[in-house]
C-alpha cells in the first residue's frame, strides 16, 4: 500500500495513518489519493533549517527552595512544522530543567520560560555555573542552536555554630588540661572561616589552640583540641572556673562554656631508702649503689632535685641527671655514685653521709656509711725485668733493651713511670712509652733508649746505669749495663800499606829503570865479574840490595813502632837516588823509566806504613 502525504507539511506518513505525525492534521483517505510507488524526495526548500534562540537573561539565580526560570525566545526558520527541545549540556548532577512542550510552525517566533531547579534532598554549594544550552529540532537533531546562561547559586545559611565536649573537666593535681570543639558548617552551602578565642571572668586561664584561624567547608563540620593551662592551688585547695570559647566571624559569633573543676591534693612525704646503705671498697675511690624513691602513696608526679652531703664535705656524689622525676603511684630508682679520696696504704677510712631529694622547700632524705681500705701499693710487689742486663756494642754509641713489668697485685692498678740515670752522667735514656696503666695481674713493656759518647779506638768501656719504676711514692729499680767497645784499625791499615809498599818496591826491582842505559837484572849478577860496563857491574847488584830493603820494610811490620819500616823505606829510597847520580856521572840516563817510579812509590807508601806503627 501506499504511504500518505500530508497536505499540510508533506510529510509521508504510513497507508493506515489517519493524522500526520508531524503537524496532527487529518489525512485524506486511500481511496482519495493517488497511490505513489516512491514519496518524492524534500527539496532543500522542505527541510528543517536550525532555529534562532534568544535569552532574555544570560543569569539565573538558583537556592534550595526557590526555582530560577529564563525566558527563552524561539525561531522556526524552516518551512515546515517543527518541535524543539531545550536541552543542557553536561548539567551538573543536583539540576533538573523543566519546559513546556515546543513547536512553532514554519518562520514564526515564541517565548517560552525554561525553569531551572535543583533536586530535592541535594546539597549544592555556593557557586556559579556557566551551563551550555542547546535548542534542538525534534524532527532533525542535527539542526540546533546553542547559547549559555549562568546559574547562580548564592551563599545561604546560619552562622556556624560551637559545641564542646566533655563540658567538664576535672584537673586533680596538675595544671593543664584540654578539651575538643566542633565547629558544625553542616547548613551553610559555602565556607566559613572562623576566628577562636577563650576567655574566662578572671582573665587567668592561658588557652592554647592548634590554629588560631579554622576553616569549615560547606556542609562540612570541624573538630579541633583545646589546652588551657590554669594557676597552681595551695595543697589541699579546689576551685571550680567557667572557660569561654567564641568563634567569630565578622558580626557573627557563637560560643562554648566548659567547666574546670581543679584539686590541688596535700603532699604526701616520700621514702627513700639505699640499697645498699653501707658500702665497702677496696682499693677504689668510687663505689656505686641505688637511690629507691618511693610515691606510692602520692597522686602526683613530682620532680625532685638530687644532692649528697657528707659532714667533712670530702665526699663527691655523681647523678646521671640533676632532676629525678617520679610518676605517681611508682617507685623510682637512680643509680649513682659516690666518691671519696682513699686513705694512705695499709689504712682505712668510713664516712657517713645523706642523700637529699629536695621539692623546692621540702626535703626528704636517707643516710648511709661509706668505708674505704686500701691495701698496700702495687709498686711494693712488681716485677720489673731488663734484657738484657748487659748489652754490648762495637764502634756504635746507642743500643736499646727490653723493659718488662708485672703488676703481680690482683686487686690495684699500677700507675708508674719509668726514669733512668748512671753515675757518670754520660749516657742519655729515653723510654717508649714512659708512663702505665696496668690492670691488676697485668704486665706491660717499653724500649729503653740509650746512647753514650763512643770509646776511644781500641778502647773498651763499661758504663753502668740504673732504671727506676716509681708511682711517685715507692720505686724499684734494676741495674743494667751498656759496653762499648772501638775497633783499632791503624794495625791494619799500616799492614796493609807496609805489605803493599814492599810489593810494589819488589816489582819496581823486576822492572827497567833508565830510558837510555840497558838494564840489567838480578840473574846478571854471576856475570859481574867479567863484566867491563861499568852499569852491568853495579845494577844487578843496586837491585839485590833495594829487594832485601824492600824485605826488610816488610818484616818491620811486625814490630812495635814501625821504626824498621821506616828505616828501610828512607834506605831504598836514597839507594836508589844515589845509584842514579852515580850512573848520570858516568853515562847520560834519559831519565828514569817505570821501574824507578815504583821503587820509589812503594818505598813512601811503607814509609807511611811504618808512621801508622807510632800511633
Partial sequence: MADLKCAVCGTLNGPKARFCKSCDEPLPKLADVTPISEPDKPDDENRAQPPQIELATTEVTLSPDTAGS?????????????????????????????QPEIRLMPNENKSVTVTFAMRPNSFVEAQTVKLPLRLCSLRDTTKFAETQVALVVPPSGPKVTITARPSVVGLEDDTSGKFQITLDNHASNHTRRVALSGSDPEDAVRFHFDSPTVEIRAGKSVTQEVRFDVPALDEGEKRSRQLTVTATEGGESDSAVVTVDHEQSATLPL???????????????????????????????????????DAENAMRFTFPAPE?????????????????????????????????????????????????????????????RLDPETLRRRDRTNGAYRVTIDN???????????FAWDQERMMRFSFAPERFDIPP???????????????PRGKEVNRAFQVELSDGTDSVTRSGAFIQTGSNWIPILRAVLTLLGGIVVGIG????????????????????????????QTQPAVRVMILFLAAMMMIGVAGRGGKATVSAAVLIVTTLIGYFVYVS???????????????????????????????
Fill in 441 to 455: 695481674g697485668g704486665s706491660a713493656g717499653a724500649w729503653l733508649s740509650v746512647s753514650a759518647a763512643k770509646p
Fill in 585 to 615: 856521572t858516568v853515562e847520560a840516563t834519559g831519565g828514569p823509566m817505570y821501574g824507578a817510579y815504583l821503587v820509589g812509590i812503594g818505598a813512601v807508601i811503607g814509609f807511611a806504613g811504618g808512621m801508622l806503627g807510632r800511633l
Fill in 70 to 98: 529564563v525566558d527563552v525566545r524561539i525561531r522556526n526558520n524552516s518551512t515546515i512544522v517543527d518541535a524543539y527541545r531545550v536541552d543542557p549540556v553536561q548539567p551538573p548532577q543536583w539540576l533538573e530543567v523543566q
Fill in 509 to 536: 826491582t823486576l822492572t827497567p829503570w833508565m830510558i837510555r842505559l840497558p838494564d840489567y837484572y838480578m840473574t846478571e849478577l854471576p856475570k859481574v865479574a867479567s863484566a867491563t860496563d861499568p852499569i852491568q
Fill in 271 to 309: 621514702k627513700l631508702r639505699l640499697e645498699p646503705s653501707k658500702l665497702r671498697v677496696e682499693d677504689c675511690p668510687v663505689a656505686d649503689l641505688t637511690l629507691l624513691v618511693d610515691n606510692r602513696d602520692g597522686k602526683k608526679d613530682r620532680t625532685l632535685r638530687l644532692e649528697g652531703r
Fill in 324 to 384: 629525678l622525676e617520679v610518676k605517681a603511684g611508682k617507685v623510682a630508682t637512680v643509680r649513682f655514685s659516690v666518691q671519696a679520696k682513699q686513705p694512705p696504704a695499709g689504712e682505712q677510712s668510713s664516712r657517713d653521709f645523706t642523700v637529699v631529694a629536695a621539692e623546692g622547700a621540702r626535703e626528704s632524705e636517707t643516710s648511709g656509711t661509706f668505708l674505704q681500705i686500701t691495701s698496700d701499693p702495687p709498686i711494693r710487689t712488681v716485677d720489673l
Fill in 408 to 418: 703481680t697485685d690482683q686487686s690495684q692498678w699500677l700507675q708508674a713511670s719509668l
